[in-house]
């Protein structure tokens, strides 16, 4: 999921002009140093205006006989659309234990209850608040499991009973445990039978209704991970089990969904994987049958005013996808846009992160009223932000080839975003900076973006213990995003490309943790990572290089003024290779030093015929972990008081500006 952005260049420009006006005051003279000091990159013009073409009628596929993943659970479902807010489903679910205990037990995760009351565990959490969507006054939504049996027809619901392993909150009913009449051996399936209703909340939290738009997101009785030895690192097989909480998203096994909808005959609907056959309509109702294998949850967008279209696409690693666009009436005539975002991302990722093996890719548009379903991903079908202007600026793609960057790392690589969510979002957020990039000439403004992180921590803390949504999508996204650059600023483009590269290939149709990953960083670069992992992976740091003081002696030697320059630059935070420092003396003559940052601080002693004016650490702003800019630089003779007073106000200044814009 992405986080909101429409405050980014906001933040840019105001801190730009706080940072720039604050050397100029410290500087204290007319003589120009732009080309000594960095300027942060602009926004490139708006895209052109976008070319109409034909649509194309929906495409009927067949399951193919490949198979990527171990395929846990089985799902056959029929949900029917009543009153325009109301599901009434059916399931029948095979889980094959892939352990090797006896278990005793399933448990399955009912996602529809996080919107129940004012008391779930999401709902105080988030204070009904995410991504600056509210929960709207009265749109409760709930999940109630009405008949679940076995195979021999044995009634379970007496053997139902809800958990709440994280906070103990007894109101939280996000979590269900089924206890078996037979326990289930490794390596044996079970069969079991379910009805169920889900009343829709009015759309909020990726899920819900939105006047005639439906975003069924999470929405059916769905298995929880039973993880065997070896998952994830784990010495002992069991359940992972986790509540659904204010920050967190998701984690399944993969599997296949076979899945009948049924909605009124006027509604288009959009849903993972592919339909089998041309939708039926018969007694004012629509049937759709739909086919997914090898994925681990599947969602489905209704609306009667989805502007349907279509287009084939192909690519070295792409050997053929239909990417189909579900839009809203407001955005019809900005469908190339889509289509373009969309291949573009498939292509890069296909390239750099491996074959995209699914056929289809879905991209549904809300409307501006179902804004709280949009920007999100699902497996072969992404939502985009709500239609609100009809001109939007690079958002729009920005969203796109966000999402469609979720179909590795969350949907393909499969990581646990309860307990490791950078391993989805930061690694997400790195590979759409680069197609942004490189497609449409958008350069990250990192110094900026790394600022915003007032509060690191660690990138393997549970989702729901950040101390709140802004400190969560601070690190899961931007820190673990700069992690990765940190990266390839030490190995290189080509190397990153060849870990990442690595990296999915090996876990592709797995659940990797970050010490998998930190495993094939040491394996590709045959070097120890363990330091800068324990420092900014599973630690909270930030790097912080300061010029901490500057002292100049003038001596006489041989009838001529020599000035002993003393620059002593100190160590704030973690450590960082390669540190540069920038010295320019008042002559005009500028000396780079390159510090490996080991010790707590270096002091450089310089005889030249001029003294030094000032110095900066880092002054191309290449340390992407630095969050601390304001004390890189330092003017020679600047008097403490005045020195204290700008630091302070313009670090004071600045951190409001931060804490006042939300994600």
């Known amino acids: 999921m992405?986080?909101?952005?429409?405050?980014?260049?906001?933040?840019?420009?105001?801190?730009?002009?706080?940072?720039?006006?604050?050397?100029?005051?410290?500087?204290?003279?007319?003589?120009?140093?732009?080309?000594?000091?960095?300027?942060?990159?602009?926004?490139?013009?708006?895209?052109?205006?976008?070319?109409?073409?034909?649509?194309?009628?929906?495409?009927?596929?067949?399951?193919?006989?490949?198979v990527f993943s171990n395929r846990v659970v089985e799902y056959?479902?029929?949900?029917?659309?009543?009153?325009?807010?109301?599901?009434?489903?059916?399931?029948?679910?095979?889980?094959?234990?892939?352990?090797?205990?006896?278990?005793?037990?399933?448990?399955?995760?009912?996602?529809?209850n996080a919107f129940s009351s004012a008391d779930t565990t999401f709902m105080k959490e988030?204070?009904?608040?995410?991504?600056?969507?509210?929960?709207?006054?009265?749109?409760?939504?709930?999940?109630?499991?009405?008949?679940?049996?076995?195979?021999?027809g044995l009634s379970l619901l007496h053997r139902m009973q809800y958990v709440q392993p994280d906070d103990g909150n007894m109101k939280d009913t996000t979590l269900i445990k089924v206890r078996l009449p037979k326990p289930v051996k490794g390596g044996e399936s079970i069969t079991l039978h379910t009805r169920f209703e889900v009343k829709l909340p009015k759309i909020f939290?990726?899920?819900?209704?939105a006047d005639h738009f439906v975003m069924a997101g999470q929405w059916f009785p769905k298995l929880s991970v039973y993880e065997p030895v070896g998952t994830r690192g784990r010495t002992t097989e069991g359940w992972n089990l986790h509540q659904y909480h204010g920050n967190s998203e998701f984690y399944a096994d993969f599997g296949i969904y076979s899945v009948r909808i049924r909605v009124p005959e006027t509604y288009k609907v959009a849903a993972t994987g592919f339909p089998t056959q041309q939708a039926v309509v018969k007694n004012g109702e629509k049937v759709y049958q739909f086919y997914a294998?090898?994925?681990?949850?599947?969602?489905?967008?209704?609306?009667?005013?989805?502007?349907?279209?279509?287009?084939p696409f192909s690519a070295p690693n792409v050997p053929g996808v239909r990417i189909k666009l579900y839009l809203d009436p407001a955005h019809e005539d900005l469908k190339e846009r889509y289509f373009y975002a969309a291949k573009a991302a498939l292509s890069n990722y296909s390239k750099w992160f491996g074959p995209y093996p699914y056929s289809t890719l879905s991209i549904v548009v809300p409307p501006k009223s179902g804004n709280g379903a949009g920007g999100m991903e699902y497996p072969t079908l992404v939502t985009a932000f709500g239609a609100d202007?009809?001109?939007?600026?690079?958002?729009?793609?920005?969203?796109?080839?966000?999402?469609?960057?979720?179909?590795?790392?969350y949907g393909m690589v499969a990581s646990n975003e309860f307990e490791e969510a950078w391993l989805d979002e930061g690694f997400t957020s790195y590979a759409e900076d680069k197609v942004m990039e490189q497609e449409y000439g958008l350069i990250p403004n990192l110094p900026v973006q790394s600022g915003l992180i007032t509060s690191?921590?660690?990138?393997?803390?549970?989702?729901?213990?950040?101390?709140?949504?802004?400190?969560?999508?601070?690190?899961?996204?931007?820190?673990?995003?700069?992690?990765?650059?940190?990266?390839?600023?030490?190995?290189?483009?080509?190397?990153?490309?060849?870990?990442?590269?690595?990296?999915?290939?090996?876990?592709?149709?797995k659940h990797p943790t970050s010490s998998d990953f930190q495993k094939v960083v040491e394996q590709v670069t045959r070097t120890s990572w363990t330091d800068y992992f324990n420092q900014y992976v599973y630690g909270d740091g930030m790097a912080d290089f300061a010029v901490e003081k500057i002292t100049i002696n003038p001596t006489l030697k041989d009838g001529q003024t020599l000035y002993e320059s003393s620059i002593t630059v100190q160590k704030k935070g973690s450590e960082y290779k390669k540190v540069p420092v920038r010295i320019m003396f008042e002559d005009g003559k500028t000396m780079t030093k390159e510090w490996d940052g080991s010790e707590e601080r270096i002091t450089y002693k310089l005889t030249y015929t001029s003294p030094v004016s000032w110095a900066m650490t880092d002054p191309l702003y290449t340390i992407v972990l630095e969050n601390h800019h304001m004390n890189n630089f330092l003017k020679a003779g600047l008097d403490e008081p005045t020195k204290s007073r700008w630091s302070m106000s313009a670090t004071k200044l600045i951190e409001a500006i931060f804490g006042s814009l939300s994600w």
């Open 2 to 66: 992405i986080p909101r952005r429409a405050k980014s260049w906001l933040t840019a420009i105001i801190a730009l002009c706080v940072v720039a006006g604050g050397i100029w005051l410290g500087l204290g003279s007319t003589r120009s140093i732009h080309s000594d000091l960095p300027a942060l990159a602009p926004e490139s013009g708006k895209p052109t205006a976008p070319v109409k073409t034909q649509t194309s009628p929906e495409s009927i596929q067949t399951p193919t006989a490949e």
């Open 205 to 209: 939290a990726r899920m819900g209704t």
């Open 293 to 311: 294998d090898d994925v681990h949850d599947f969602a489905w967008s209704a609306s009667p005013d989805f502007v349907y279209a279509e287009e």
């Open 76 to 112: 056959h479902m029929d949900v029917k659309l009543v009153d325009g807010n109301v599901l009434q489903g059916t399931q029948t679910i095979t889980w094959t234990h892939p352990g090797k205990k006896t278990v005793s037990e399933l448990y399955f995760h009912m996602y529809p």
């Open 389 to 409: 202007d009809s001109t939007p600026g690079y958002d729009l793609e920005r969203t796109v080839v966000h999402e469609i960057g979720h179909q590795y790392f």
């Open 126 to 152: 988030s204070g009904g608040k995410l991504r600056g969507d509210v929960m709207p006054t009265n749109g409760y939504g709930s999940m109630h499991i009405t008949e679940m049996k076995t195979e021999d």
């Open 456 to 509: 690191p921590a660690s990138l393997t803390q549970d989702s729901w213990k950040f101390d709140s949504q802004n400190q969560y999508a601070a690190n899961v996204y931007t820190r673990g995003k700069l992690v990765l650059l940190g990266i390839e600023q030490q190995v290189g483009a080509k190397t990153m490309e060849r870990i990442l590269s690595t990296y999915v290939k090996k876990y592709r149709f």
